[in-house]
């Protein structure tokens, strides 16, 4: 089946169709059975099927799919008053995607910065290597040229990167013209590169000092990605501003920016909207999700899942395996440049290979192949896609 001539295949999507799926395991249309590490880019978050979500959607879908945001639904409100709880913030927006979260944080931010400081106060300041979205102001605050082709020109303006971790760069980041610094708390797409917990709170410090707003994006890491409710928590920084999506609703498209503080009441009727935020349907699954993650000795599984996934991985002693690192259940496998014979490396081709063999993967950065299961994934499913990550490593050392 050719899909190229039926959607425009803007993913460079692989000839694959599945049909359903169960935990963390997939099926394609021909029966075939995949270990799946990527879950679709984090977001199927409490896996495939997961009763609880499956129930619950069923019996929202009976009762109101979507209401106008000039009214409230009860799921909504129930879904803000349980999130603002668990987080510690003041007032919630919701959105459709991680892209849609950090479009509002980035007008949050810019209007907070007209409020105290004028039209000068307008900079946004990101990370190398990071990622914020596709929109043409989230590609803009994303700090790796590859999203930046010339044909999408020109970009949004009010933008400057620093690079993560690196400590002369605070000394000169922020003044009076800066609204903002956006950290992503791990970069995901560039590569999962951790982001050290001292320089963050350092970076956050300065910033605040400089009286510009500290957000974070946790599109990727947050809602127990990386082992704690946000990943915030483990750097040690309390942000203005969080940005949410991928795994808040288990599959359902939402998202999500979160103000506290300085940032609470920013925002009034007219400023940022859109159609479909945070309708019935999205807000009750991701009610599910947040009591799912919270309940007790959940967070901590994370944890342990993903500490075995890096740990078996790194005594397998390797030479392909340059490096493996992340938080919680996202992890990377940094590819050595060259495997046996001198040849390069190219991760798209142990990507391939991976499902080929019956595995999900994703390639992050460069040289990075990333893991993103099901936070629900069984020691067994672990078990059995490291197996298979294992042979197909194997057959390129």
Not at 215 to 240: H, I, K, Y
Not at 325 to 350: E, H, I, N, W, Y
């Amino acid at each position: 089946m050719n899909m190229k001539k039926k959607i425009v295949n803007n993913y460079g999507s692989f000839d694959i169709v599945f049909v359903r799926g169960e935990g963390a395991t997939l099926f394609d249309k021909d029966g075939k059975r995949y270990i799946d590490f990527i879950a679709g880019i984090g977001v199927n978050s409490l896996g495939h099927n997961f009763a609880p979500l499956v129930q619950t959607v069923q019996q929202q879908a009976k009762k109101q799919l979507h209401i106008s945001n000039y009214y409230f639904s009860d799921e909504g409100l129930a879904y803000a008053d349980e999130l603002l709880a668990a987080t510690g913030f003041d007032g919630a927006y919701f959105a459709n995607s991680g892209a849609e979260a950090n479009e509002a944080a980035i007008k949050l931010a810019r209007k907070y910065g007209y409020m105290n400081g004028g039209a000068k106060r307008r900079v946004i300041c990101t990370l190398e290597k990071s990622f914020h979205g596709r929109t043409l102001a989230t590609l803009s605050a994303t700090g790796q040229t590859q999203f930046h082709p010339p044909y999408f020109a020109p970009y949004v303006e009010g933008f400057k990167t620093i690079k993560a971790n690196d400590w002369d760069a605070l000394a000169s980041a922020f003044d009076d013209t800066t609204a903002a610094l956006l950290i992503e708390c791990v970069q995901g797409e560039g590569g999962v590169n951790l982001v050290d917990s001292e320089w963050a709170r350092a970076a956050a410090a300065a910033a605040k000092n400089a009286g510009a707003l500290v957000m974070a994006d946790e599109v990727q890491t947050g809602m127990g990605r990386c082992g704690t409710l946000l990943a915030s928590e483990q750097l040690g920084f309390e942000p203005d501003v969080v940005t949410l999506a991928k795994g808040i609703a288990g599959g359902i498209p939402m998202g999500a920016c979160l103000f506290r503080g300085r940032a609470n009441g920013i925002f009034v009727t007219g400023d940022h909207q859109s159609t479909f935020a945070g309708n019935p349907l999205a807000c009750s699954a991701a009610r599910v999700v947040l009591k799912t993650i919270t309940e007790s000795e959940f967070l901590e599984n994370i944890n342990k899942k993903g500490e075995r996934i890096r740990h078996e991985i790194i005594s397998w002693h390797m030479p392909i395996v340059h490096d493996v690192r992340g938080r919680g259940l996202m992890c990377g496998v940094q590819l050595a440049t060259s495997s046996r014979g001198g040849k390069t490396l190219k991760p798209f081709d142990v990507e391939s290979a991976c499902l080929d063999a019956g595995l999900c993967v994703s390639i992050a950065g460069t040289d990075v192949i990333r893991f993103l299961p099901p936070l629900t994934i069984s020691d067994e499913e672990i078990a059995q896609g490291l197996a298979i990550f294992k042979r197909v490593l194997t057959a390129f050392a």
